[in-house]
């Protein structure tokens, strides 16, 4: 398996099943002690970058929200070296000013899902309890937005999203609530990314693609699949020009608060490490062996 410190994964949401862009070298079918990845990761270069695509619903999009193995996923982006992750979401909007069709870069997370454990990669014998109070990286954010000005695209340069299980949309009493709460877009998928990319000290962070107003908005009240199938494939087109602007501004050099955030999380003395448990988080603990 060919391993790259400093490569850039990519995990394509909702209508994004490739990246076209992406001198493809090789895929990998990889195996993880969580479990199957969604995909094979497709590597490549891009801008002359090593670059990781994982198909988040598999390609043909074949795995609900509340299937996703995100441990898998992630552990097997981090055992090929990837350093930064770029997560393409699409959500519902909350507010009357994120319209279908805008991009917008969320700044804070809330996890209304009920899966939390499978939401870190910790236990069995080691105890971890890493920093999640700005879950996505500042300057990770920071390069999007600007990669957003530089194309001329329609965005939002903050937003919290609210994460619910899926994978029937909300009702209108929850899409109200949600508003009540402040939240500003929904999606299905970004809370265990984010949680888990933190404890394998990646570098964070989230296009969420706008597709509909949820069902809280009085002129679109029923979310109807037919109704964003073209927001998506439209999504998906700008998120490609998107990317191809923003992996040129990305550091080689990982030295980000987030690729140590592990530094002083893990609770459990290293000589109580079970070794069964080392050798499940290999490629995350790696740095501490």
Known sequence: MHTSSGSIGIIGGSGLYNFEALEIIQTLDVKTPFGKPSAPLVGGVLAGRQVWFLARHGKGHTILPTELNHRANIWALKSVGVEWIISITAVGS?????APRDIVIPHQLIDHTSRRRDSTFFGDGIVAHPSLAHPYAKDLRAIIIQACKETHTKHHAQGIY???DGPAFSTQ???QLYRQWGCDIIGMT??????LAR???IAFATISMVTDYDCWHPEHDNVEV?????????NAAKSQELIKAII?????KANLPEHKSLEFAIITAKELWPETTIKKLEPILRRFL
């Open 199 to 201: 404890e394998a000290e």
């Open 248 to 252: 040129p501004m990305i550091p080689n």
């Open 162 to 164: 609210i994460n619910m």
């Open 226 to 234: 037919e109704m964003i199938i073209g927001h998506l494939m439209a």
């Open 94 to 98: 909350l507010r009357d000013d994120y």
């Open 190 to 195: 970004n809370a265990a990314e984010a949680k």
């Open 173 to 175: 009493a929850e899409s």
